[in-house]
């Protein structure tokens, strides 16, 4: 049974409150299992042509309540603040945008921590500021499908005039959705309150819908400031887009120099990530991995760090902990809840081999999209970037950074709790490196249409 398979048997009707028909699918349907998609970048010329374009693509982007549909692709669409712009929207209504969705990614890199080879001035030119208007993203379960929507969307594109394509990127996981670096990635993902899909074992509650969605009840009780007019903001909500290049040689060379077997290397990467390579917890199977435990979606988010505060079964400083602390004691005092992510990544390039060096990767052929969705996803990706993922001081670690994502401008150190003493392994690198992204704002089906016919 397909990943989609099981939450279409999850949905129940009867539970939903969310205007659904309205919903791009993208936010709240999870990628097939394995998938394939493409990423196209648009600019926008002239604004009547632009405007044209989105009110042809409108039709041809699902809704979130096609549940009962054997959809086997499906296009997402998201605008940046240029791109809202270029098409003439109001300076007023501009205005009630967030301000670094205004300023954009580029201008935020003090807050993001993009520095030295992360820095925008290293960045590819589709992503350079005010080139990427709208950012089309397509998901299908095969090539097959995939060419199918790249028809429908290229012939409304070659009917456009005012548009150009900038830039294109195919993507996709034949090996189980499995990340560059070999594991399962994507796993955990909150259940959207009124969504009609229930948690999963290990999700404790659905999450206030108002946190992913504009225009519903948040964790704070109240709706989020959404972009006026509501006719544009709700049901819209905001993305993060960033590409990176993954360094999997690098990666490789640095479990070899700190695992004198293959057992040991991959005790130490699972370490780093919290999971083994099949998405089996460490939390759950510490000694081994499981593969029929990584690949259940009943039991293998089905856990808490309640019995492991000091990280000796799953390192507090690990990706996965810092990225979703759950129950962990933090000393900088944060509401998790407010900080849950829907993850849409996507990971490019050749299925992940040990055998991979350090100089296959100026290449650039291997990385991934790091795409989430958020109602504060601007204040929640500078959180992470700030506090998760480039410091460890809310679980005591001083200035050491995520060992997977992190900027390690030197050679960095990842601690592995233990008794009697704690490890520390020195030499963690920059394993992903960053190649660009952007802001963008993801509107409702019908903000869609109503921006494609304002003048």
């Known amino acids: 049974m397909t990943i989609l398979q099981k939450l279409k048997e999850r949905f129940s009707r009867d539970s939903v409150t969310l205007d659904l028909h309205d ?38 982007i699902a809704s979130a309540d096609n549940w009962n549909e054997d959809l086997d692709f499906w296009i997402g669409a998201a605008l940046s603040f240029e791109g809202l712009k270029a098409l003439g929207v109001p300076e007023a209504q501009l205005k009630t945008f967030p301000l670094p969705f205004q300023q954009g990614m580029a201008a935020r890199s003090e807050q993001l921590r993009d520095f030295g080879p992360n820095a925008p001035e290293n960045w590819e030119d589709v992503f350079k500021p005010g080139n990427c208007h709208l950012a089309l993203t397509i998901y299908a379960v095969d090539d097959a499908a995939l060419d199918k929507a790249l028809a429908t969307a290229r012939t409304e594109l070659d009917q456009s005039s005012g548009v150009t394509l900038i830039g294109e990127h195919r993507f996709g996981a034949p090996d189980g959705a499995k990340n560059p670096f070999g594991f399962r990635d994507s796993i955990s993902q909150p259940a959207v309150e009124g969504s009609g899909v229930d948690p999963l074992p290990g999700e404790e509650r659905a ?25 544009l903001g709700k049901n819209g909500t905001f993305v993060v887009l960033r590409k990176y290049n993954s360094r999997v040689g690098c990666f490789n060379a640095f479990l070899k120099a700190h695992g004198e077997t293959a057992e040991d290397r991959e005790r130490l990467a699972a370490k780093m990530f919290g999971r083994w390579r099949s998405g089996a917890p460490l939390t759950l199977s510490p000694d081994h991995d499981d593969p029929d435990l990584g690949a259940d979606p009943q039991r293998n988010n089905d856990f808490n760090f309640k019995d492991d505060p000091k990280g000796r079964v799953v390192p507090l400083g690990c990706h996965m902990r810092r990225l979703n ?33 350090p100089k296959d990767d100026a290449k650039g ?52 709790p233990q008794a009697p003493a704690r490890k520390r392994i020195d030499g963690v690198q920059t394993f992903n490196v960053m190649k660009g992204g952007e802001y963008l704002f993801m509107p409702s089906l019908s903000a869609l249409k109503w921006l494609a016919e304002q003048r």
Do not use: C
């Open 207 to 231: 999450i206030k819908a108002g946190e992913f969605i504009l225009g519903y009840e948040s964790e704070n009780g109240q709706p989020l400031g959404m972009p006026e007019p509501a006719a």
């Open 325 to 357: 602390p759950r129950d962990s004691e933090l000393t900088l005092l944060t509401d998790v809840n407010i900080h849950r992510i829907i993850r849409r990544s996507s990971t490019f390039g050749p299925v992940y081999s040990e055998d991979v060096a």
């Open 23 to 60: 919903i791009q699918a993208l936010i709240l349907r999870s990628r097939p299992e394995p998938y394939v998609g493409i990423h196209a970048m648009l600019h926008f010329d002239e604004a009547e042509g632009a405007r044209a374009l989105l009110g042809r693509l409108a039709p041809h």
């Open 365 to 416: 052929d291997r990385g991934l999209f790091f795409i989430f969705i958020s109602a504060r996803a601007y204040d929640t990706i500078e959180f992470m970037q700030q506090e998760w993922i480039n410091r460890g001081n809310f679980v005591d670690l001083g200035e050491e950074r995520d060992p997977i994502v992190g900027l390690h401008e030197e050679d960095g150190r990842f601690t592995i």
